[in-house]
């Protein structure tokens, strides 16, 4: 069974700037959740899908980031703009269903805001 | 307001020894307990999990001990390895959230 792939595996940009990160889940997982996870800390949901419908996404900073899921299958999520607090490694999981069940993650995005 | 507390940040522990890490939760609604255990460049990994109808879960070297009265559970490892040096986080979640919250994490060091 495949895991779930992020790509890219590593990005460096200058403040200000825009990027976006993609994902694609296990297939047949209608949850998907997108996690930020700062050095030393342990990961903070940003956003969660149902199918393609938002679950959750309070934490969100909706005033840079933004995300979709498209067709309920593959997901992107985007920085526009970047700011040098949002360095950070940004994983990608994927569950069956939602709350209570094992959550698969992906390596991650390693994001570098110079 | 952080709802998982994990202690301690870090850990060193010989080869053989016993690895506890432990982890308090606040929000009652919470009913799945998962360990999760991270590499360097590799997302976590689901280790061991466990619902509050139980005390206690054992699968091979790792067992979660849980007090639902206290709100705390805990991962034990048994037979520490140097194998098992990796960042370890506790996390709950609720049936209707979905999401799960994280501690921190702990560091594990095993010294051969």
């Known amino acids: 069974e495949a895991g779930v792939a992020q790509s890219p595996r590593y990005k460096i940009i200058e403040k200000r700037q825009s990027v976006a990160f993609w994902c694609n889940p296990i297939?047949?997982?209608?949850?998907l959740y997108w996690y930020q996870q700062i050095l030393g800390q342990g990961p903070k949901l940003l956003i969660q899908f149902q199918n393609n419908g938002v679950v959750d996404d309070s934490q969100l900073p909706k005033d840079r980031f933004s995300a979709e899921r498209l067709k309920g299958v593959d997901s992107t999520l985007k920085i526009q703009p970047a700011k040098l607090e949002d360095s950070a490694v940004y994983l990608c999981a994927s569950s069956l269903v939602g709350g209570g069940t094992e959550a698969f993650f992906g390596q991650g995005t390693r994001l570098t805001v110079v | 307001q952080q709802q998982v507390k994990q202690s301690p940040q870090s850990l060193i522990v010989q080869k053989g020894g016993i690895s506890i890490i432990n982890c308090a939760y606040e929000?009652?609604?919470?009913?799945?307990f998962p360990w999760y255990q991270q590499f360097p460049g590799k997302g976590p990994a689901l280790l061991i999990a466990?619902?509050?109808?139980?005390s206690e879960k054992k699968e091979g070297r790792f067992t979660i001990s849980f007090n639902k009265s206290a709100k705390q559970f805990s991962l034990h490892i048994m037979d520490s390895q140097p194998g098992d040096s990796a960042t370890y986080f506790c996390?709950?979640?609720?049936?209707?959230?979905?999401?799960?919250?994280f501690g921190d994490g702990t560091t594990l060091t095993v010294k051969p």
């Open positions: 996390a709950a979640s609720s049936p209707n959230a979905g999401k799960s919250t």
């Open positions: 929000n009652t609604a919470f009913d799945y």
């Open positions: 297939s047949g997982h209608a949850t």
């Open positions: 466990i619902r509050p109808d139980v």
